[in-house]
């Protein structure tokens, strides 16, 4: 239910709200917008976005949302001090259509002025909602990180849509099972869920049966099993998902981790996990398992959605899947299908990979392999394509 002070914000947005420039000719360095000190996926595509364009040589521009609109999600985690969004370049912003009202309020005409704009939006099913079928007047051009995403879009906009994934760049950071509690000689699978993107979407409760089934399956228990839940933002579940949660992983082998953690912590505790596990019903793009593949960490993923573009029965274990309806206790989706993998399925390679290191080794060669493909630094430029490039600064 919306409150008076709520609706009153959401008006005064929405009155205020300012528009692009019906034809803007200005060019310059790009300027990304987003909540870049935010922990949130959003906010870490657009870090990345800005890392990227800095790798390229574009002396990108940035304009930080965090202290507006996210201020109690806020990670020292971007370190430029200054903002500088000075000159014509084009602006990336790094919100969905459900905040451009507010968002393009707070930016307002001056900054605005003359400059080309573009919504980097993604959305996790296979139709893009009607409600976000109006936020397209605030901008010239919509960019997606995947070809599900450019799917859902398809029809729905008169605005063009371009494919540019995040430029993901493998960190330099080493495993260290002692910084996380997790013990040294434990097989250990990740899953990584953001309690505000759904957990029902992140299919949290079928991994951890996956993983209880794996575990089974090894009769004579030669080795010690353990299952890291990153979940972020626990205190948003409402208090019946969070009952069933506790209900699944009252188990001496689960090991929940709640705690904010930085992007070098998150890669370390990648990079201390035997297998990432992904049993998501979908993926707008899929940036835990694509950084899993940075990483070389051997990877088992319901073989539907953003995730389908770096991921292929090469580098990953793929797990089947059937389409049923949407139904989500969080009632953040709320309509259309999503994916229902093969839960036994999943148990029996997550037991094999267990089993077999040259099996993880090999899989582990070929995940570097492919990812160095896909987020080549060149391939990731090309994306952008030649018209946005003429607007940068010369």
Not at 93 to 99: E, K, M, Q, R, Y
Request: net charge positive.
């Amino acid at each position: 239910m919306i409150s008076p002070r709520q609706l009153a914000a959401k008006l005064y947005y929405k009155l205020t709200a300012a528009l692009p420039s019906p034809d803007p000719q200005g060019y310059g360095r790009p300027v990304i917008v987003g909540f870049l000190r935010s922990a949130s996926g959003v906010g870490e595509t657009a870090r990345l976005m800005y890392n990227g364009f800095r790798d390229l040589g574009f002396c990108p521009g940035y304009i930080d949302l965090s202290h507006r609109f996210h201020p109690s999600a806020m990670l020292d985690q971007f370190k430029h001090q200054e903002e500088n969004s000075a000159g014509h370049g084009p602006l990336i912003i790094h919100a969905n259509p459900p905040d451009m009202t507010a968002i393009m309020s707070f930016l307002g005409k001056g900054r605005l002025a003359d400059r080309h704009i573009i919504g980097y939006w993604a959305w996790e099913l296979e139709v893009m909602p009607n409600s976000w079928k109006k936020a397209d007047r605030y901008i010239h051009e919509i960019w997606v990180p995947s070809k599900f995403t450019a799917n859902a879009f398809q029809g729905q906009t008169k605005k063009n849509v371009r494919v540019v994934p995040p430029p993901l760049v493998r960190p330099a950071v080493e495993p260290n099972r002692s910084k996380f509690g997790i013990p040294s000689d434990a097989f250990t699978v990740l899953v990584v869920a953001d309690s505000r993107s759904s957990l029902e979407r992140k299919n949290v409760l079928g991994a951890i049966t996956a993983f209880k089934l794996a575990r089974n399956l090894e009769h004579k228990r030669e080795r010690s099993w353990r299952l890291i839940l990153k979940i972020s933002a626990i205190n948003f579940l409402k208090p019946g998902i969070r009952r069933e949660l506790s209900k699944h992983t009252n188990d001496s082998d689960i090991q929940i981790l709640e705690t904010m953690l930085t992007e070098a912590d998150m890669a370390c505790l990648m990079n201390s996990a035997d297998v990432l596990l992904s049993l998501h019903r979908s993926e707008g793009f899929g940036l835990v398992p694509a950084q899993a593949l940075l990483y070389g960490k051997p990877i088992i993923a319901t073989d539907w959605s953003g995730c389908k573009d770096f991921l292929n029965a090469e580098n990953s274990v793929l797990v089947p899947s059937s389409l049923i309806p949407v139904h989500d206790p969080s009632q953040i989706y709320r309509s259309g299908h999503w994916a229902d993998p093969d839960i036994e399925f999943a148990a029996q390679k997550i037991s094999r990979l267990a089993g077999d290191k040259q099996m993880r080794n090999r899989m582990s060669a070929k995940a570097v392999s492919s990812a160095k493909q896909f987020f080549d630094s060149q391939r990731w430029r090309k994306s952008l394509g030649p018209n946005f490039v003429r607007r940068l600064a010369k």
